[in-house]
Nanobody, 124 residues
Framework: QVQLVESGGGLVQAGDSLRLSCVAS????????MGWYRQPPGKEREIVAA????????YYTDSVKGRFTIPRDNAKNTVYLQMNSPKPEDKAVYYC?????????????????WGPGTQVTVSS
């Protein structure tokens, strides 16, 4: 069983930076692929970024490539979403995701565990 708690959301101006954090409970964090999904207002949940268990592989959806990164610190049971130069269209509830499978499982939406979500609003 894994529990995920996100933090770091809030209001940010376009062009600034924001870092989301997701802390996972348990002792086997390094065995989980991790990801960030988001759900914009009135839209379906979508993948933003994902990272493999030890960080060797990462994925970014096209709209955030070059702006967002997804580092993880296995010693701290934490995965981050570093959001640089956010845009108003990045406004969404951001969810942390974990799965004991590999990064492909995260990308296919086969997520075993979800965090409760954190709101990000980007002002223009």
């Amino acid at each position: 069983q894994v529990q995920l708690v996100e933090s770091g959301g809030g209001l940010v101006q376009a062009g600034d930076s924001l870092r989301l954090s997701c802390v996972a409970s348990g002792r086997t964090f390094s065995r989980y692929a991790m990801g960030w999904y988001r759900q914009p207002p009135g839209k379906e949940r979508e993948i933003v970024a994902a990272i493999s268990e030890i960080g060797g592989s990462t994925y970014y959806t096209d709209s955030v490539k070059g702006r967002f990164t997804i580092p993880r610190d296995n010693a701290k049971n934490t995965v981050y979403l570093q959001m640089n130069s956010p845009k108003p269209e990045d406004k969404a509830v951001y969810y942390c995701a974990a799965d004991s499978g590999n990064i492909l499982t995260i990308l296919k939406g086969g997520v075993g565990y979800w965090g409760p979500g954190t709101q990000v609003t980007v002002s223009s």
